[in-house]
């Protein structure tokens, strides 16, 4: 069965730093996407950025990367210059082709805080 | 554009008894999810509609758990009787369509506490 690791239950950053998030996965499908969702107090999930496993080229969104080492089944999401804004639950999730598409499997989750 | 929309935010029962939760999609979106968030853990997916046919509720424990989605746009999820495992955030979400890496857009959630 597909799973998502996420190996820090929390993390700290000062604004205007950078952070890394990490992201492993188990999959023996060549086909599939990976995404980083965010969750403020709010609870609503809000999409961060999304990688195709077929393509090469890391992902960006703004102050959002990603490093994608697919051969490591790893998926880390870097975030520059952090904003107070960006505090929150930060969840990697994995979706693949065929069956239920739209059932993300999620992991459990990084608590992010952004110190002032 | 408005969003997903879901009440009730909480709701507080005992457990036997029975809740219901409601979600509006985004208009025009054709799929609807369910997924169960308990604490400290990642959403899991339910339920999955397209329009307002069943895909996937390979994850819905069926001898409590019951959803439907009438003319296949909002739907209604209820659980009779609750156990107190059943304590989580219940999330609706929503896409246009089912093509794979399609966004999909959350709503705030109904935070269901079993007593």
């Known amino acids: 069965a597909q799973t998502v690791t996420q190996s820090q239950p929390e993390m700290s950053v000062q604004e205007a730093e950078t952070v890394t998030l990490s992201c492993t996965y188990d999959?023996?499908?060549?086909?599939?996407?990976l995404f980083w969702y965010k969750q403020p107090p709010s609870r609503q999930m809000i999409l961060v950025i999304r990688?195709?496993?077929?393509?090469?080229q890391n992902a960006t969104e703004n102050r959002f990367s990603v490093n994608f080492q697919k051969a490591a089944k790893s998926f880390s999401l870097k975030i520059s210059d952090s904003q107070l804004g960006d505090a929150a639950m930060y969840f990697c999730?994995?979706?693949?082709?065929?069956?239920?598409?739209?059932?993300?499997?999620f992991g459990k989750g990084t608590k992010l805080s952004v110190k002032p | 554009e408005a969003g997903v929309a879901q009440s009730p935010r909480y709701k507080i029962i005992e457990k036997r008894q029975s809740v219901a939760f409601w979600c509006n999609p985004i208009?025009?979106?054709?799929?609807l999810y369910w997924y169960q968030q308990i604490l400290g853990q990642g959403p899991k997916l339910l339920i999955q509609?397209?329009?307002?046919?069943?895909?996937?509720d390979s994850q819905l424990p069926k001898d409590r758990f019951s959803a439907e989605r009438l003319k296949g746009v909002d739907s209604t999820l209820k659980i009779q009787p609750a156990k107190l495992e059943d304590s989580a955030v219940y999330l609706c979400?929503?896409?246009?369509?089912?093509?794979?890496?399609?966004?999909?857009?959350f709503g705030s959630g109904t935070q269901l506490s079993v007593l």
């Open positions: 979400a929503s896409s246009l369509g089912r093509v794979l890496g399609e966004k999909l857009f």
């Open positions: 999959t023996s499908e060549s086909d599939y996407y």
């Open positions: 990688q195709e496993a077929y393509k090469q």
């Open positions: 999730a994995y979706t693949e082709m065929g069956g239920s598409q739209g059932n993300l499997i």
């Open positions: 208009s025009g979106h054709a799929t």
């Open positions: 509609f397209q329009n307002n046919g069943v895909v996937d």
